[in-house]
């Protein structure tokens, strides 16, 4: 059984990025699953305090939701992000998830990681409404190659237009069997 962590890091409630986590974790229902969201758990800003460096496990000073979860994000086998665009980037709960991470950059370490598990899975799921469809996905490709700093080798990037025809369902092809 794999440890898959979904991450909503929409503000929305009810929006489409908790429609895609809720489809994925319904399609995933055999393996463990964790949904962490954003909008419900407290998650401070990376301080650049620089106090996790030079370690060879995960450890943050700040006292919130996002330090617990370090030890699953170290464990899970596979992580998704599904975020909104806004003003053509991923939303900013979704950036403070990926930078409060630096608890496991190591630079000398394979893939600049000191996860215990690496060869992770990784992807990135943007909804949006109007971008153009290519640029934003090649953006959401760059993005989530920097999933690496936390072990991930694998990673796909998931960035469609949404439609009230297809909904968050057109998001969901070949994602589950990815993962
Ligand atoms: C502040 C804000 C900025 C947005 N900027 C963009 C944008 O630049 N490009 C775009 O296509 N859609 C943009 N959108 C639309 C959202 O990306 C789209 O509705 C998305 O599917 C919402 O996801 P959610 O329901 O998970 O929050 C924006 C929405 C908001 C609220």
Do not use: H
Request: overall charge negative.
């Amino acid at each position: 059984m794999k440890k898959i962590l979904l991450v909503d890091a929409s503000p929305r409630v009810n929006g489409n990025s908790e429609s895609i986590v809720n489809m994925l974790a319904e399609d995933l229902k055999d393996q463990e699953v964790v949904v962490y969201k954003m909008r419900e758990t407290t998650n401070n800003f990376c301080l650049a305090c620089g106090a996790c460096q030079g370690k060879d496990s995960q450890s943050c000073v700040q006292k919130d939701d996002y330090t617990n979860l370090l030890p699953v994000i170290d464990e899970c086998d596979s992580i998704v992000i599904a975020t909104p665009i806004y003003n053509q980037q991923i939303c900013s709960m979704a950036k403070l998830f990926i930078e409060r991470w630096y608890p496991f950059f190591k630079f000398d370490a394979p893939l600049m990681s000191n996860t215990s598990k690496p060869g992770k899975k990784g992807a990135l799921v943007c909804s949006f409404w109007g971008s153009p469809v290519d640029v934003t996905e090649k953006y959401a490709e760059w993005t989530v190659s920097g999933f690496s700093q936390m072990g991930c080798d694998n990673t796909k990037a998931v960035a469609e237009y949404i439609s009230e025809k297809t909904g968050a369902a057109g998001f969901l092809q070949n994602i589950t069997a990815e993962i």
